[in-house]
Structure formats: C-alpha cells, structure tokens
C-alpha cells in the first residue's frame, strides 16, 4: 500500500531518514493553511518540544487549535522530544497543564514521543488505522 | 478547596512525596474494581513505562481498556517514564502502535509524563478542570 501524505511545505525534508523509505511514506508537499500534515480527515501538528513550549508561551498555540478545530474533526498534535530536555524557559507545570487542556478540554488527541523516527512511525500507524477504518 | 481523589489501595503511598502537600491533595484509598484514581466521572489508570509495556506484551491492557469503557466515558492513562529507559524486552514500535491504538481507536485520553511528581500534577490538574466544568 502506498502511503501519501500531504505535508506542509516549511517541514522537514524528510527523505533522508531511511525509515521513510522502509515504511514507504511518501510526502506530497505543499503549503497547508492548518496543520503540517494531512491525510483523509485527519490533521497532524508536529511541535519539537521547544516548539510547543514557545507556542505556549506565545499563545500561537491557542490559534493553531481553534483552526484545527474549526477545519478537522480527528485532530493530533504528535510532540518530538522531553519535556526535560527543553531549552525553551517555561515551567514544566506549564507544559503539563497545557497538555491536559488540549486533552482534556479541546479533545485534540496528544501523543508524545522522542525523535522523528517514532513520529513518522505513528504517522504510518495512524494512516493505517484511518484507512483500515474507512474499509 | 480540597481535593480528594479515590485511590486503589494497591497504588503508593504519595505521602512521602512533598508535593502531594503542596498541592493538596488526598487520597482515600480503597480497592478499586476499574482504574487507580478516580474522582468524578474521571478514571485514571497509572502506568509506569515497564508496567505499559509488561500489559501490552501480556494483553492485560485489553481487558482494563474494556473495563474503563463499561465504567465512564472519561477515561486516561498516564504513563510515566520515557519509552527510551524502558527496561522490558519490547519493540517501541509495539508501544507506540498501542498508544495510537488506544487514543485513536478506543478514545482513550493518553498523557506521558516523566516522573511522579508531574503524574501528581497531572492528576490535580485534571481534578480543577472537571470540577470547573461542572460548576
């Protein structure tokens, strides 16, 4: 089965990663007004660690889910990295309470994980657990 | 306001940890059928890293998956620990499929923290946001 997903154009080339190969991801890029990846209905944010945590403290993260919401009823924010090994100067409270907020009361689905080899693997699991749905 | 919160009697003592004063929080423990914590119509199940993936491998996070379902509609897991330091023998590829298996299939709310005292914060954080969305 052939795998593609929309990706927006301001990530990561990925194609270096062999993994993308092995689980034959292919991305199809292109620059997304919501999310930074897409597939049937389900819109994908990635936030590195520093990046959720700096969109906390910015309040873009506020935006970012009020689109999401408003164009995606199966919304996930995949988070890359711990939260101990932040760089960004925010209390781990903060990050926390954040997160529960978006699970909680924003029903956005939330996975963690450590470095992009993990998140393109959720990113083919969920695509496959869409479709298999679908079917 | 004080925060009680049901706790099986097979979970730890958290009074050692400092925290749990700071946050006011109490536990009554008691044996619990379903979950570890409860409070409201939240059932939180506890899982460090090892014993997540000792229950994936032994399947008995099917059964307490079932079991929250029949219980509420507002269930969690929160596992504490980060898949890296895992010490069981378990593909984390395995882990991750089962995270993405419970928040997007079964709809289960999934929050991974790194310690105790985040999983405590966690807990009291979640309490607040329940409680101000009843009143």
Known sequence: MKIVIEQDDREPFYD???MVHNLDLNF???RMKVGDYKFNDIIVERKTIDDFCSSILDKRIEHQVENMKIESEEKF???IGNIKD???NI???CILGKICSLVYK???KVIQCENDEQFLYI???L???KVNKIK
């Open 123 to 125: 990113l083919k699991n």
């Open 77 to 79: 924010i995949i988070i």
């Open 16 to 18: 270096a990663i062999s």
């Open 86 to 88: 932040r760089k960004v």
């Open 106 to 108: 924003h029903n956005i």
């Open 28 to 30: 199809e890029r292109k």
């Open 91 to 93: 209390h781990e409270n």
């Open 127 to 129: 695509y496959e657990k």
